[in-house]
């Protein structure tokens, strides 16, 4: 492959004002629009040397054949124009969304001459005023339900209201008390639109001064003996605060913002958007996102905020996201364009935002979680991902099964190796083990000999298991103590798997087949995933295999190394947990109780290894003989 791409421009040839560039391919089809404050800055390092590119970038401009660009007077053109370029050309380099549903909203046709509330996932009705969105159906229908009670406006259809105001006799709706309109022969159309007015008022902002007038109102009708009023107030009260409480007070009552919140990984993201108004959360929207070539954080919010106001009638004062964008502040005045007031980007440092962040960051994390165990677990995504690896790998039959192991380790000691077992693409978890590695070099040493201690058994399927060795023992995948079976024999690792996967690049993947071949199982296929590129690597090979972000197979073997990863880390933690308790079990009067009381106070054994006996004694329950007692035997450990 040659090191400098045949289209690559002269660098005198490129501006340096702002504006926009294009990727195309043979096709002319637009592969990736991105935007730059300097054009032949940005467009420079797409030109770098191949070898130090990212392989997801090195893939997009070895796939395309030209780049063009566009100049613009300003950054804010610049970032208008990316936009409308996107939506249009559709980049498959560009993030890809995924909404994880079409959600419903909640909508008043201020637009109608009696505007009505109806719930839509519609939204591109003229003049109309959407609210939400809402995370169900059922959800928008109740807080519709609550508010009629308090803001009876239109609710029936428009056919219904023509044929009220023709005929001059109530809507259905009307006649059984559910539409307040013109059409319900109550209210005129003004005084109608006034209710209206009040209603968007109050969803806008949650505006408790309707909860403060109703009171009011409330109190000097039951004073004036006007007890079928005061009736009807307390009952629109009532509703009011129902409303309320659907949605938790989680800012100050005058605050209107968004809030993102970001999870991410090499090949996608999730993001939870919380619509803040009136400083309760009324509405939450998620979405997924694939990324094909290598993108920060700060240029994923940039992404983000461009698609969810690109289009937005509904622009708050306050847009809070975990990570400031390169472009804050164009981003800030292409938004108060939309907004026509001043729109601030921010993020959540402490008190409510920052805990509300951590919130919908959580959310985030869960949601990917979601939607990569959703891709796994598809009978039709696991056959196409198997299909794919066994076509990468060159190997003659689909991995049917496959084990993946990974080393982890304290620095350096505690070191510990995990296999989780995958058949046709979901875990065996009845077949996952953990191993204590006792004398070890490095990560290589420790991947080959946890790999000749599994492979030995494929030579003596039905032996037993065996109790532990000095140098590996297996462990349980419940945590308990070593695993030694005296009466019962079973067979251990009964089946040999089509490949092995392990956690590393070139040097793990090399000490794997060093062990397949010292044992003598070559017909086994050895692969490594390496973390920080996602790059499969197999023995041999100066290269890496490198997947489609969006295939099966990718993600398929990313969940492999992320379970064995876990494994691990709960197997080491257990380790360490029961090496600290022994530890001080062999003290001499120190039980169980005080071992937590003295591990709560200093923290961990080597905060309590270098405190005195004088501090030791502080801890209540540990009198001056059993401080020093402590003390001594630490300090002889």
């Given at each position: 492959m040659a090191d400098v791409l045949p289209y690559k421009p002269r660098v005198g040839e490129i501006p340096t004002n702002p504006g926009v560039y294009r990727f195309r391919d043979a096709d002319g089809r637009v592969l990736y629009v991105g935007k730059a404050k300097n054009l032949r800055q940005r467009l420079s390092n797409y030109f770098a040397p191949l070898r130090t590119l990212h392989e997801r970038t090195r893939r997009m401009v070895t796939t395309a054949t030209s780049v063009e660009w566009t100049v613009v007077s300003t950054d804010v053109d610049s970032l208008q124009l990316e936009y409308m370029w996107i939506k249009e050309f559709d980049p498959p380099f560009n993030v890809r969304y995924k909404d994880d549903k079409s959600y419903p909203f909640m909508a008043v046709t201020l637009g109608d001459e009696a505007p009505r509330v109806i719930v839509t996932r519609n939204r591109k009705i003229p003049g109309a005023r959407y609210f939400g969105p809402y995370p169900k159906v059922w959800a928008v229908h109740e807080t519709i339900d609550l508010m009629v009670k308090a803001f009876p406006i239109r609710t029936c259809s428009d056919s219904s209201y023509k044929r009220a105001m023709q005929t001059g006799r109530p809507c259905f709706p009307g006649q059984i008390g559910k539409c307040g309109g013109p059409c319900s022969m109550t209210v005129t159309i003004e005084e109608h639109r006034a209710m209206v007015d009040d209603f968007v008022a109050f969803m806008a902002g949650g505006d408790e001064r309707f909860t403060r007038d109703l009171t009011k109102r409330m109190l000097a009708a039951s004073a004036a003996m006007d007890y079928e009023a005061a009736a009807k107030y307390r009952d629109k009260l009532t509703a009011i605060e129902a409303v309320l409480g659907k949605s938790a007070l989680v800012l100050a009552t005058d605050e209107d913002a968004d809030l993102f919140g970001i999870a991410e990984d090499e090949l996608a993201a999730a993001v939870q958007h919380f619509v803040i108004r009136g400083g309760r959360v009324r509405g939450v929207r998620a979405m997924t996102i694939e990324k094909e070539i290598d993108i920060s954080t700060a240029d994923l919010v940039d992404q983000v905020l461009q698609r969810a106001y690109g289009d937005a009638q509904d622009v708050p004062r306050r847009i809070i996201v975990p990570t400031l964008p390169d472009d804050a502040a164009e981003l800030e005045l292409w938004l108060r364009e939309r907004r026509g007031k001043k729109v601030e980007i921010a993020i959540a440092q402490r008190g409510q935002r920052a805990d509300l962040m951590r919130t919908a960051t959580l959310n985030a994390q869960?949601?990917?979680?979601?939607?990569?165990?959703?891709?796994?677990?598809?009978?039709?995504?696991?056959?196409?991902?198997?299909?794919?690896?066994?076509?990468?790998?060159?190997?003659?039959?689909?991995?049917?099964?496959?084990?993946?192991?990974?080393?982890?380790?304290?620095?350096?000691?505690?070191?510990?190796?995990?296999?989780?077992?995958?058949?046709?693409?979901?875990?065996?978890?009845?077949?996952?083990?953990?191993?204590?590695?006792?004398?070890?070099?490095?990560?290589?040493?420790?991947?080959?000999?946890?790999?000749?201690?599994?492979?030995?058994?494929?030579?003596?399927?039905?032996?037993?298991?065996?109790?532990?060795?000095?140098?590996?023992?297996?462990?349980?995948?419940?945590?308990?103590?070593?695993?030694?079976?005296?009466?019962?024999?079973?067979?251990?690792?009964?089946?040999?798997?089509?490949?092995?996967?392990?956690?590393?690049?070139?040097?793990?993947?090399?000490?794997?087949?060093?062990?397949?071949?010292?044992?003598?199982?070559?017909?086994?296929?050895?692969?490594?995933?390496?973390?920080?590129?996602?790059?499969?690597?197999?023995?041999?090979?100066?290269?890496?295999?490198?997947?489609?972000?969006?295939?099966?197979?990718?993600?398929?073997?990313?969940?492999?190394?992320?379970?064995?990863?876990?494994?691990?880390?709960?197997?080491?933690?257990?380790?360490?947990?029961?090496?600290?308790?022994?530890?001080?079990?062999?003290?001499?009067?120190?039980?169980?109780?005080?071992?937590?009381?003295?591990?709560?106070?200093?923290?961990?054994?080597?905060?309590?290894?270098?405190?005195?006996?004088?501090?030791?004694?502080?801890?209540?329950?540990?009198?001056?003989?059993?401080?020093?007692?402590?003390?001594?035997?630490?300090?002889?450990?």
């Amino acid at each position: 492959m040659a090191d400098v791409l045949p289209y690559k421009p002269r660098v005198g040839e490129i501006p340096t004002n702002p504006g926009v560039y294009r990727f195309r391919d043979a096709d002319g089809r637009v592969l990736y629009v991105g935007k730059a404050k300097n054009l032949r800055q940005r467009l420079s390092n797409y030109f770098a040397p191949l070898r130090t590119l990212h392989e997801r970038t090195r893939r997009m401009v070895t796939t395309a054949t030209s780049v063009e660009w566009t100049v613009v007077s300003t950054d804010v053109d610049s970032l208008q124009l990316e936009y409308m370029w996107i939506k249009e050309f559709d980049p498959p380099f560009n993030v890809r969304y995924k909404d994880d549903k079409s959600y419903p909203f909640m909508a008043v046709t201020l637009g109608d001459e009696a505007p009505r509330v109806i719930v839509t996932r519609n939204r591109k009705i003229p003049g109309a005023r959407y609210f939400g969105p809402y995370p169900k159906v059922w959800a928008v229908h109740e807080t519709i339900d609550l508010m009629v009670k308090a803001f009876p406006i239109r609710t029936c259809s428009d056919s219904s209201y023509k044929r009220a105001m023709q005929t001059g006799r109530p809507c259905f709706p009307g006649q059984i008390g559910k539409c307040g309109g013109p059409c319900s022969m109550t209210v005129t159309i003004e005084e109608h639109r006034a209710m209206v007015d009040d209603f968007v008022a109050f969803m806008a902002g949650g505006d408790e001064r309707f909860t403060r007038d109703l009171t009011k109102r409330m109190l000097a009708a039951s004073a004036a003996m006007d007890y079928e009023a005061a009736a009807k107030y307390r009952d629109k009260l009532t509703a009011i605060e129902a409303v309320l409480g659907k949605s938790a007070l989680v800012l100050a009552t005058d605050e209107d913002a968004d809030l993102f919140g970001i999870a991410e990984d090499e090949l996608a993201a999730a993001v939870q958007h919380f619509v803040i108004r009136g400083g309760r959360v009324r509405g939450v929207r998620a979405m997924t996102i694939e990324k094909e070539i290598d993108i920060s954080t700060a240029d994923l919010v940039d992404q983000v905020l461009q698609r969810a106001y690109g289009d937005a009638q509904d622009v708050p004062r306050r847009i809070i996201v975990p990570t400031l964008p390169d472009d804050a502040a164009e981003l800030e005045l292409w938004l108060r364009e939309r907004r026509g007031k001043k729109v601030e980007i921010a993020i959540a440092q402490r008190g409510q935002r920052a805990d509300l962040m951590r919130t919908a960051t959580l959310n985030a994390q869960q949601a990917l979680i979601r939607y990569k165990t959703r891709r796994t677990s598809d009978y039709v995504a696991r056959t196409q991902a198997l299909t794919d690896l066994q076509e990468a790998l060159g190997m003659s039959e689909a991995p049917l099964r496959i084990e993946c192991f990974d080393i982890s380790h304290l620095g350096g000691t505690n070191v510990v190796a995990s296999m989780v077992v995958f058949e046709d693409g979901l875990p065996r978890k009845d077949q996952y083990r953990s191993f204590n590695i006792a004398e070890t070099t490095d990560d290589t040493d420790s991947m080959y000999q946890v790999l000749r201690r599994r492979l030995a058994y494929l030579d003596r399927p039905d032996e037993a298991d065996e109790p532990a060795v000095v140098a590996v023992s297996a462990e349980a995948e419940d945590g308990s103590a070593d695993v030694v079976v005296e009466a019962k024999r079973r067979p251990r690792f009964a089946y040999p798997p089509q490949l092995l996967l392990v956690d590393g690049g070139q040097p793990q993947v090399e000490a794997a087949a060093r062990a397949l071949r010292d044992a003598g199982h070559t017909e086994i296929a050895v692969c490594g995933i390496a973390k920080r590129l996602e790059e499969i690597w197999l023995p041999g090979e100066d290269f890496p295999v490198i997947l489609p972000r969006t295939s099966e197979s990718l993600y398929l073997l990313q969940r492999l190394r992320d379970e064995a990863h876990r494994f691990a880390i709960t197997h080491q933690r257990k380790r360490r947990k029961n090496d600290i308790t022994s530890i001080l079990a062999e003290v001499p009067g120190l039980g169980s109780s005080r071992i937590k009381v003295l591990l709560k106070h200093f923290g961990s054994v080597a905060a309590l290894r270098t405190a005195p006996p004088e501090a030791i004694q502080d801890v209540q329950g540990i009198g001056p003989v059993l401080a020093q007692n402590i003390h001594t035997h630490l300090s002889t450990r």
